[in-house]
């Protein structure tokens, strides 16, 4: 991986990622334009998703809520994230299975979000009443499911070992929304890997040596 991403910076430059800097630029306009007295109600209508809203219109607004930082983490984490995880995806499988992935880790945690809620409080993966007006996660679902889907790709199963652990120990030191929606992304990435898997298993060729005589 560590090879991938240097040979192409170092042969495109920014030219390697034209996504991801796309996703960073488009990550700081939200975060000003939100932070104007003018802007914040038209960033929620665009890009904001609680659990509370529709499930249609969660899915209109999912898109942009990828780009949308968080209200109460520093905008710099987010942009740090998306550079870096999506910069790497975007080099390693490219820009649209970026996109696709980021966008399935998201869509996993906004789903999960409504299940938990209808299963309660009471409930090991359930979800208090008081999530439903709680914004999701943002950028940082799939930031989670980009970095355990790369690490599949490239056999390297130690470091999405290290980020599904430390997703899981997020969780238990502060049991909240942002967290349990990590580890629903990581659960819908996994399950693409697994279903890519076979896929893949049942296409593969044929051994010569292995296929039987005419």
């Known amino acids: 991986m560590f090879r991938t991403v240097r040979d ?17 630029c488009l990550t700081s306009l939200f975060q000003i334009v939100q932070n104007t007295s003018w802007g914040f109600q038209v960033v929620q209508d665009l890009g ?19 780009f949308v930082p968080a209200l109460d983490l520093p905008v710099w984490g987010a942009l740090a994230q998306i550079l870096l ?26 789903t999960y979000a409504r299940i938990g809620l209808a299963l309660g409080p009471e409930h090991p993966f359930g979800l208090p009443v008081s999530d439903r007006i709680i ?14 889907y790369v690490c599949w790709r490239y ?20 049991n909240n929304l942002a967290g349990k929606e990590h580890l629903a992304a990581i659960a819908a990435v996994m399950a693409v890997c697994v279903v890519r898997a076979q896929w893949g298993a049942a296409h593969a060729p044929v051994p010569l040596a292995q296929r039987p005589p005419p």
């Open 85 to 110: 995880v999506f910069g790497i995806a975007e080099i390693c499988i490219g820009w649209w299975r970026t996109l696709v992935i980021g966008y399935v880790a998201t869509l996993a945690g906004t």
């Open 135 to 148: 914004n999701d996660t943002g950028p940082s679902a799939a930031v989670v499911g980009l970095a355990i």
């Open 48 to 66: 904001s998703v609680k659990a509370a809203d529709p499930f249609w219109l969660a899915l209109l607004r999912t898109p942009l809520s990828l």
């Open 8 to 24: 192409a910076l170092v042969r495109e430059k920014w030219r390697a990622i034209p996504m991801t800097i796309g996703a960073v």
């Open 155 to 174: 056999r390297a199963y130690l470091t999405g070992a290290l980020v599904i652990l430390v997703m899981i120990g997020e969780v238990m030191v502060k």
